[in-house]
Protein backbone atom coordinates (compact mmCIF):
# COMPACT_ATOMS: atom_id res chain seq x y z
CA UNK A 1 0.00 0.00 0.00
CA UNK A 2 0.96 3.43 -0.89
CA UNK A 3 1.09 6.00 1.51
CA UNK A 4 0.65 9.61 1.38
CA UNK A 5 4.60 10.15 1.41
CA UNK A 6 4.98 7.39 -1.15
CA UNK A 7 2.14 9.15 -3.21
CA UNK A 8 3.78 12.83 -3.19
CA UNK A 9 6.90 11.38 -4.15
CA UNK A 10 5.50 9.10 -7.03
CA UNK A 11 3.49 11.95 -8.27
CA UNK A 12 6.03 15.11 -8.10
CA UNK A 13 8.82 13.44 -10.57
CA UNK A 14 9.71 16.44 -12.09
CA UNK A 15 10.19 18.43 -9.38
CA UNK A 16 12.57 15.42 -7.53
CA UNK A 17 14.19 15.10 -10.93
CA UNK A 18 15.32 18.63 -10.60
CA UNK A 19 16.30 18.02 -6.86
CA UNK A 20 18.25 15.34 -8.09
CA UNK A 21 20.23 16.84 -11.07
CA UNK A 22 20.72 19.83 -8.46
CA UNK A 23 22.90 17.25 -6.39
CA UNK A 24 24.46 14.94 -8.89
CA UNK A 25 25.61 18.30 -10.32
CA UNK A 26 28.03 19.03 -7.08
CA UNK A 27 28.98 15.44 -7.58
CA UNK A 28 30.14 16.21 -11.29
CA UNK A 29 32.27 18.52 -10.35
CA UNK A 30 34.45 16.62 -8.32
CA UNK A 31 35.12 14.63 -11.21
CA UNK A 32 38.92 15.25 -12.45
CA UNK A 33 40.30 13.27 -15.54
CA UNK A 34 42.71 11.42 -13.63
CA UNK A 35 39.75 9.58 -11.90
CA UNK A 36 37.93 8.13 -14.81
CA UNK A 37 39.60 4.80 -14.38
CA UNK A 38 38.91 4.46 -10.74
CA UNK A 39 36.55 1.74 -9.15
CA UNK A 40 32.68 3.11 -8.16
CA UNK A 41 30.27 1.25 -5.70
CA UNK A 42 28.70 -0.30 -8.93
CA UNK A 43 30.28 -3.56 -9.31
CA UNK A 44 32.31 -4.17 -12.52
CA UNK A 45 32.22 -0.36 -13.10
CA UNK A 46 34.68 2.50 -13.54
CA UNK A 47 34.04 6.04 -13.41
CA UNK A 48 34.03 5.96 -17.55
CA UNK A 49 31.50 3.18 -17.48
CA UNK A 50 29.36 4.98 -14.82
CA UNK A 51 29.30 8.36 -16.84
CA UNK A 52 28.88 6.93 -20.00
CA UNK A 53 25.80 4.76 -18.42
CA UNK A 54 24.54 8.33 -16.95
CA UNK A 55 24.69 9.64 -20.37
CA UNK A 56 22.20 6.82 -21.80
CA UNK A 57 20.05 7.14 -18.96
CA UNK A 58 20.08 11.10 -19.79
CA UNK A 59 19.22 10.19 -23.11
CA UNK A 60 16.48 7.93 -22.89
CA UNK A 61 14.69 10.13 -20.00
CA UNK A 62 15.12 12.88 -22.58
CA UNK A 63 13.34 11.14 -25.20
CA UNK A 64 10.57 10.17 -23.39
CA UNK A 65 10.02 13.83 -22.43
CA UNK A 66 9.97 14.93 -26.01
CA UNK A 67 8.96 11.80 -27.96
CA UNK A 68 6.90 9.77 -25.04
CA UNK A 69 9.08 6.83 -26.32
CA UNK A 70 12.20 5.20 -24.80
CA UNK A 71 14.57 2.89 -26.94
CA UNK A 72 15.85 0.52 -24.80
CA UNK A 73 19.42 0.17 -26.71
CA UNK A 74 22.56 1.64 -25.43
CA UNK A 75 23.60 4.92 -26.99
CA UNK A 76 27.69 4.77 -27.60
CA UNK A 77 29.10 7.43 -26.53
CA UNK A 78 30.46 9.93 -29.21
CA UNK A 79 33.82 12.04 -29.33
CA UNK A 80 36.34 11.55 -26.81
CA UNK A 81 33.58 10.76 -23.89
CA UNK A 82 36.68 10.15 -21.43
CA UNK A 83 37.84 13.81 -22.03
CA UNK A 84 34.23 15.49 -22.42
CA UNK A 85 32.64 13.08 -19.92
CA UNK A 86 31.64 15.86 -17.51
CA UNK A 87 30.66 18.37 -19.99
CA UNK A 88 28.56 15.80 -21.55
CA UNK A 89 26.33 14.84 -18.67
CA UNK A 90 25.98 18.47 -17.62
CA UNK A 91 24.78 18.92 -21.03
CA UNK A 92 22.44 15.93 -20.60
CA UNK A 93 21.33 16.96 -17.51
CA UNK A 94 19.98 20.42 -18.07
CA UNK A 95 18.65 19.75 -21.47
CA UNK A 96 16.66 16.89 -19.92
CA UNK A 97 15.10 19.17 -17.06
CA UNK A 98 14.06 21.46 -19.72
CA UNK A 99 12.33 18.90 -21.81
CA UNK A 100 10.24 18.03 -18.75
CA UNK A 101 9.75 21.52 -17.96
CA UNK A 102 8.16 21.44 -21.28
CA UNK A 103 5.67 19.10 -20.93
CA UNK A 104 2.40 20.02 -20.50
CA UNK A 105 -0.18 17.69 -18.78
CA UNK A 106 0.35 13.92 -17.87
CA UNK A 107 2.40 12.38 -20.25
CA UNK A 108 2.28 8.40 -21.20
CA UNK A 109 5.37 7.04 -22.27
CA UNK A 110 6.50 3.79 -24.28
CA UNK A 111 8.86 1.45 -23.39
CA UNK A 112 8.89 -1.48 -24.97
CA UNK A 113 5.91 -3.06 -25.22
CA UNK A 114 4.67 -0.91 -21.93
CA UNK A 115 3.48 2.06 -20.81
CA UNK A 116 4.17 4.29 -18.18
CA UNK A 117 2.69 7.50 -17.09
CA UNK A 118 5.46 10.29 -17.06
CA UNK A 119 5.57 11.01 -13.18
CA UNK A 120 6.46 7.66 -12.28
CA UNK A 121 9.24 7.31 -15.06
CA UNK A 122 10.78 11.34 -14.10
CA UNK A 123 10.59 10.01 -10.11
CA UNK A 124 12.52 6.56 -11.40
CA UNK A 125 14.68 8.77 -13.01
CA UNK A 126 15.15 11.14 -10.39
CA UNK A 127 16.53 8.16 -8.32
CA UNK A 128 18.63 7.03 -10.34
CA UNK A 129 20.11 9.87 -11.14
CA UNK A 130 20.44 10.86 -7.37
CA UNK A 131 22.22 7.48 -6.58
CA UNK A 132 24.69 7.95 -9.58
CA UNK A 133 25.46 11.43 -7.90
CA UNK A 134 26.29 9.73 -4.64
CA UNK A 135 28.01 6.67 -6.78
CA UNK A 136 30.33 9.71 -8.65
CA UNK A 137 30.81 11.18 -4.93
CA UNK A 138 32.31 7.95 -3.89
CA UNK A 139 34.34 6.90 -6.91
CA UNK A 140 36.21 10.75 -6.65
CA UNK A 141 36.91 9.46 -2.69
CA UNK A 142 34.39 11.89 -0.96
CA UNK A 143 31.50 11.65 1.50
CA UNK A 144 28.80 12.95 0.06
CA UNK A 145 25.36 12.13 1.38
CA UNK A 146 22.42 12.62 -1.01
CA UNK A 147 20.38 15.86 1.10
CA UNK A 148 17.79 14.18 3.68
CA UNK A 149 14.89 15.48 2.31
CA UNK A 150 15.54 14.57 -1.16
CA UNK A 151 16.56 10.66 0.44
CA UNK A 152 13.68 10.49 2.62
CA UNK A 153 11.31 11.29 -0.76
CA UNK A 154 13.38 8.34 -2.61
CA UNK A 155 13.00 6.02 0.24
CA UNK A 156 9.66 6.37 -0.17
CA UNK A 157 9.80 5.74 -4.00
CA UNK A 158 12.36 3.29 -4.05
CA UNK A 159 10.13 -0.11 -2.95
CA UNK A 160 7.93 0.74 -5.43
CA UNK A 161 10.31 1.00 -8.13
CA UNK A 162 13.15 -1.54 -7.27
CA UNK A 163 11.31 -4.77 -7.00
CA UNK A 164 12.72 -8.42 -6.01
CA UNK A 165 12.75 -8.98 -9.44
CA UNK A 166 15.49 -6.27 -10.26
CA UNK A 167 17.78 -8.38 -8.12
CA UNK A 168 20.46 -9.14 -8.64
CA UNK A 169 20.48 -8.25 -12.12
CA UNK A 170 20.00 -4.61 -11.72
CA UNK A 171 21.31 -3.66 -8.22
CA UNK A 172 22.40 -5.96 -5.19
CA UNK A 173 20.40 -6.99 -2.57
CA UNK A 174 20.03 -4.49 0.30
CA UNK A 175 22.45 -3.69 2.78
CA UNK A 176 21.45 -4.26 6.23
CA UNK A 177 21.80 -0.54 8.28
CA UNK A 178 20.56 0.97 11.10
CA UNK A 179 17.27 2.46 10.80
CA UNK A 180 18.69 5.36 12.50
CA UNK A 181 21.51 5.84 9.78
CA UNK A 182 20.79 9.15 8.05
CA UNK A 183 18.27 9.01 4.99
CA UNK A 184 21.56 8.72 2.14
CA UNK A 185 22.65 5.89 3.82
CA UNK A 186 19.72 3.87 3.95
CA UNK A 187 18.68 4.79 0.63
CA UNK A 188 21.82 3.88 -0.76
CA UNK A 189 21.85 0.69 1.73
CA UNK A 190 18.45 -0.44 0.09
CA UNK A 191 20.10 -0.33 -3.43
CA UNK A 192 22.93 -2.62 -2.66
CA UNK A 193 25.64 -0.10 -1.89
CA UNK A 194 27.63 0.31 1.49
CA UNK A 195 28.39 3.98 2.48
Known amino acids: MIDERGTTALLGGVELLERAIGYTQGSLALITA ?3 ADPT ?12 HMQDSLVALTDA ?4 QVDLESIEPTGDFAADAV ?9 LLGAWTQ ?8 IGDRTLSGSVLTGT ?6 VHGWDVAQACGHDRPIPA ?8 LAPLVVRATDRPDLFADPVAISPLARPSDQLVAHLGRVS
Open 34 to 36: DRL
Open 41 to 52: PCADWDLRDLLA
Open 65 to 68: AEIG
Open 87 to 95: AAIRGRVCH
Open 103 to 110: VDGPRQVS
Open 125 to 130: GALEVA
Open 149 to 156: ALAEDLLE
